[in-house]
């Protein structure tokens, strides 16, 4: 499939930029969308597809935030010559019953296993960069983390792990109709990723417990909109749960390697100076 182009949705994203980093160092050819990228892609405005779908063949694609965009866009990606679409979900979608966390995703879900062509999706828990890149960062640089997230076992992935998965999936044979459930090696506790990050960063931080109920309100609070902090509070009820807690066996299965571990990120990330 080297001659054909590889369109990444969510190109400036975490796992995004990290499978077009990818590709491209392997030598092929990439388009890079997303609402703020030269190849303009919004799942909002359906304007924005054709232009992005020409030409490509294998397609990367982060569910729209909405339920219902992907079931118009993956038959218009079909129809424009795609024939293996690489989705990313999140842990256990097919186990969250009622809930109203994750309706985007396991929509998106559906219109590829109906697409026709090639499909894989990844389903990961929480990413280990989410501490540097994205919601937990400025509560850590604040020096108080505050979840309610009790002592549910989570087991953080790293998003270069997310991401050679993708690359392998995107590019490989052997990947069409697996779902793979991808963890870290092992499951920590909120408050031992945060001491984690505080040892080896040398930064004074804490985690604190929370009610759902203070945690939404906090959220609000901190110019978070009421929809956002409602869905974040609906994710970890199933965490509480235990929906993402167990690890598997998938990256090692995929990549003939197990996962980095957290404690691999951490350094890795305090020594770039994440938390300085």
Not at 31 to 56: I, N, Y
Not at 85 to 109: I, K, N, Q
Not at 213 to 222: F, K
Not at 234 to 257: C, I, N, S
Request: proline share 6%.
């Amino acid at each position: 499939m080297s001659e054909h182009i590889f369109l990444v949705l969510g190109a400036t994203g975490k796992t995004g930029r990290r499978v077009t980093a990818r590709l491209r160092a392997a030598g092929r050819t990439v388009r890079a969308a997303s609402r703020s990228s030269e190849a303009r892609f919004d799942w909002t405005d359906p304007a924005t597809w054709d232009d992005v779908l020409d030409g490509v063949s294998a397609a990367y694609v982060i569910a729209p935030e909405v339920p219902g965009p992907a079931h118009d866009f993956v038959p218009r990606a079909v129809a424009a010559g795609v024939r293996r679409f690489v989705l990313l979900s999140a842990r256990g979608a097919d186990t969250w019953g009622d809930s109203t966390f994750g309706l985007d995703m396991r929509a998106a879900e559906e219109a590829v296993r109906a697409s026709g062509v090639e499909w894989t999706i990844l389903r990961p828990p929480n990413f280990s960069q989410n501490f540097d890149e994205d919601v937990f960062h400025a509560p850590i640089m604040a020096g108080q983390l505050a979840l309610p997230a009790h002592d549910i076992v989570e087991p953080f992935i790293d998003a270069d792990d997310v991401a050679d998965v993708a690359v392998a999936a995107l590019t490989e044979p052997g990947h069409a109709g697996h779902t793979y459930e991808l963890s870290g090696p092992r499951g920590l506790t909120f408050r031992e990723a945060v001491e984690e990050i505080a040892r080896v960063s040398g930064r004074p931080v804490r985690y604190v417990d929370v009610s759902p109920e203070e945690y939404v309100a906090a959220s609000v609070a901190q110019g978070i909109s009421p929809e956002v902090a409602s869905y974040l509070n609906e994710m970890f009820d199933l965490m509480r749960r235990g929906r993402f807690a167990k690890t598997t066996d998938d990256v090692h299965r995929v990549l003939g390697r197990p996962p980095r571990d957290f404690e691999t990120y951490v350094a890795r990330a305090a020594a770039a100076g994440a938390w300085r």
